[in-house]
């Protein structure tokens, strides 16, 4: 069974930093194109991030340049460096690749 496995959420102040991990097992990677999306309480899914299997990015329009998602083919994992954290970040983190997603982790921006 496909699985994909996020880390690295927690707790951070505003301002600060988080790098989110994707691990994947029973599915190569490299083949996919590998999305991030986040779900905050009474909102809809929105996506924040993706990567090809060319290494092409985009991201969602509220990023403005405080977020990176890249990709380690060798480890199969996907990553999600995000810096200058606000508040309005807090969400639950999703990864997303062929028709598999994660269980998500917990990112909270909190004074």
């Known amino acids: 069974q496909v699985q994909l496995v996020e880390s690295g959420g927690g707790l951070v102040q505003p301002g600060g930093s988080l790098r989110l991990s994707c691990a994947a097992s029973?599915?190569?990677?490299?083949?996919?194109?590998v999305y991030w999306y986040r779900q905050a309480p009474g909102k809809q899914r929105e996506l924040v991030a993706g990567i090809t299997t060319g290494g092409s990015t985009n991201y969602g329009n509220f990023v403005k340049g405080r977020f990176t998602i890249s990709r380690d083919n060798a480890k199969n994992t996907v990553y999600l460096q995000m810096n200058s954290l606000k508040p309005e970040d807090t969400a639950v983190y999703y990864c997303?690749?062929?028709?598999?997603w994660g269980q998500g982790t917990q990112v909270t921006v909190s004074s």
């Open positions: 029973r599915i190569i990677f490299s083949v996919y194109n």
């Open positions: 997303y690749a062929g028709t598999h």
